[in-house]
C-alpha cells in the first residue's frame, strides 16, 4: 500500500490522486510514499518504547517517563519512518547519540537495523528490536 501525503493537511490520499480529498491542495506532483507498517521497539533493561511512528524522544518528549536521566537531552533525538526503513537523528543533543558505540552526527539519518544498540548519552543505552506490523488483509 502506498498513498500521498497532503503537504499542507497531511491527510493520506490515494497514490494516483491529484488534489487532496480534504483540502483541495494540489498533489499532482508530490511522490507517493509506501505505508509504514513497521514497530521499532527500543529496548531498556527496565522498560520498552514502542513507536509507529515518527517521535521525538528525550526528557521532555516522547519516552519521557523512562527517559529521566540527567544526560539525556529535552529534545535529544528524532526518529523517522521513511520507506519501509528506520532512522535516527540526533537533534543537537548535549551529550549524544551512539550507535553501536560510534556517536553520530547531529541533524543527520543514520538507518537502523535490528539488533543495534542505541545509546543516548553515553548512560542510558537502548536494544533496536523492528517488527512489521500485523497486516489487516490475510
Ligand atoms: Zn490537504
Known sequence: ???????VCQTK???NAVICSNCMTDISTIEPQEENNL????MHDNFT?????DETIG???FG??????????RNHAKI??????????DLNSTNGTFINDSQIKPKKKYKLREADTIKLSSYVKLKVNIQRA???ER
Do not use: Q, W
Open 1 to 7: 500500500m502506498s498513498y500521498k501525503i497532503c503537504p
Open 13 to 15: 490520499n490515494e497514490p
Open 39 to 42: 514497530i521499532l521497539k527500543l
Open 49 to 53: 518504547l514502542s513507536l509507529d511512528k
Open 59 to 61: 526528557r521532555k518528549a
Open 64 to 73: 519521557s517517563k523512562y527517559l529521566t536521566n540527567e544526560h539525556i537531552s
Open 80 to 89: 523517522i519512518f521513511e520507506n519501509g526503513s528506520v532512522y535516527i537523528e
Open 134 to 136: 500485523t497486516p489487516n
